[in-house]
């Protein structure tokens, strides 16, 4: 059997007082394992724990008895039209199994939510959902309780939908927009503002997807030479924007920089030097852009200003198909890549007090480093790579950077996709397991989620 939770409350169509002949609405929330089924089976879970948060009211704590491997309980919403954050805690003397939504608001839903449920620390394979399509190397961002999953196939379905409130995969409203569409290639995607995405393939024109407006889903952008494959990509939250940094043309590294806001408007900067396959990460409003052809040098894309700001490099030596991952704020590290003898590098490089005062030395070594690891936006997880299933976090604690294993995936995927929720739950989606790529999901929970 399903274990479902019944959320009740008045629908309003106005913010928040309600009327007392308005209907009450029922909001069925399923809590399932990987196959659909009932997670605590077979377990000694016995209390239910749910943290519910509207907007900005007090988060409030339910407890409920789990008997036989079900419950009772219902939870009244005080308002339908603010956002919402669940998490949920089964456990018992000996289990326990997390799990959460993404944020949402209920009037924009269908009064439905199915929450998976897995382990702290682990992953949870999910076998009744699956992509459109097999991908590996595509682009996944989360916008709302959508993610948009974009390219790494060969199919027709280029564009797909991944609805993470319903755990629902499916190109329903994509179809005729995938008709006209020739395979992206290896493509990587990144926000631009709460409802509109870059999208950057290598075999295709690169462009806006809008997830809110369904009559202008697509909207080709002319990008600076040698934009592409050999560009860094980044969120600019604090701009609104996307970054397309440097590239090459024929071999030559570029210099130019794309800033990309909504709608498609584009302004053109500068990097201080030319480079081909760059890392980038934003710190505010501003970029650090750390390799790629320029040997260890490293430059500061500064809001407002229309050429980089060069930081006192350390020499770091080739490195190719590293990541760069940052606190968004002043730090930062660089790790993994390959040099120019193409053996990979265990060794990492820290930036801190950037942008004003950027200062670069040797940070701790990353005994783990792999190729096509996966760090998704707005993280510091570092997901798979090849042949591996290990999950890793880059952390700052008391100042100091450390890289702590977090917890292992069921399957070893490389070039993956990833969306992290609010909570620290995570879902990770296709990439290559060494054999072909692969069409399955994985939810993921760290030790404990916020706020349990």
Do not use: Y
Request: charge should be negative; hydrophobic fraction near 45%.
């Amino acid at each position: 059997m399903l274990i479902r939770l019944v959320l009740l409350g008045l629908l309003c169509s106005g913010a928040p007082a309600c009327q007392e002949d308005v209907a009450r609405t029922v909001f069925d929330v399923r809590i399932v394992d990987g196959d659909n089924g009932n997670p605590v089976q077979g377990t000694d879970a016995d209390t239910l724990r749910i943290v519910i948060q509207e907007g900005e009211l007090d988060q409030q704590l339910f407890e409920f008895p789990i008997v036989d491997g079900s419950f009772d309980a219902a939870i009244e919403f005080q308002a339908f039209v603010w956002p919402t954050r669940l998490r949920v805690e089964l456990s018992g003397s000996s289990d326990a199994l997390l799990t959460a939504p993404p944020v949402f608001v209920p009037v924009n839903t269908r009064a439905f939510i199915r929450m998976v449920a897995a382990a702290p620390s682990s992953c949870e394979r999910v076998a009744f959902n699956v992509m459109e399509a097999r991908r590996a190397h595509f682009g996944m961002v989360l916008s709302g309780q959508f993610a948009l999953l974009a390219g790494g196939t060969s199919a027709e379905a280029q564009l797909e939908f991944f609805d993470a409130l319903e755990w629902d995969s499916n190109t329903n409203t994509l179809d005729d927009l995938n008709k006209d569409l020739d395979p992206f290639g290896e493509t990587r995607a990144v926000s631009i503002d709460e409802t509109q995405i870059l999208v950057l393939p290598a075999e295709d024109e690169p462009f806006v997807f809008d997830m809110a407006d369904r009559s202008n889903r697509r909207r080709v952008v002319e990008l600076h030479t040698g934009a592409g494959p050999r560009s860094a990509l980044v969120s600019v939250p604090g701009l609104r924007a996307a970054i397309v940094i440097g590239g090459e043309v024929e071999g030559a590294p570029q210099s130019g920089v794309t800033l990309v806001e909504r709608d498609a408007e584009v302004t053109l900067l500068q990097l201080r030097e030319p480079r081909s396959g760059p890392v980038a990460v934003a710190m505010g409003t501003d970029v650090l852009v750390v390799g790629g052809n320029q040997v260890g040098d490293a430059e500061i894309l500064v809001e407002g200003q229309s050429i980089g700001e060069l930081v006192t490099s350390l020499m770091d030596g080739v490195r190719e198909g590293g990541v760069l991952a940052g606190d968004g704020e002043s730090r930062a590290l660089l790790l993994g890549g390959v040099d120019d003898a193409d053996t990979l590098r265990q060794d990492t490089i820290e930036f801190t007090a950037c942008p004003d005062a950027c200062v670069q030395a040797t940070g701790p070594t990353w005994s783990t480093a792999r190729q096509e690891v996966l760090l998704p936006q707005g993280s510091t997880l570092l997901i798979g790579g090849t042949d591996s299933r290990l999950v890793e976090e880059v952390r700052w604690p008391s100042g100091l950077v450390e890289i702590a294993p977090l917890l292992e995936l069921d399957t070893a995927r490389a070039g993956a996709g990833a969306v992290v929720l609010e909570s620290g739950a995570f879902v990770v989606a296709g990439g290559d397991d060494g054999v072909s790529s692969r069409n399955d999901f994985e939810f993921c929970v760290p030790a404990a989620l916020e706020p349990l």
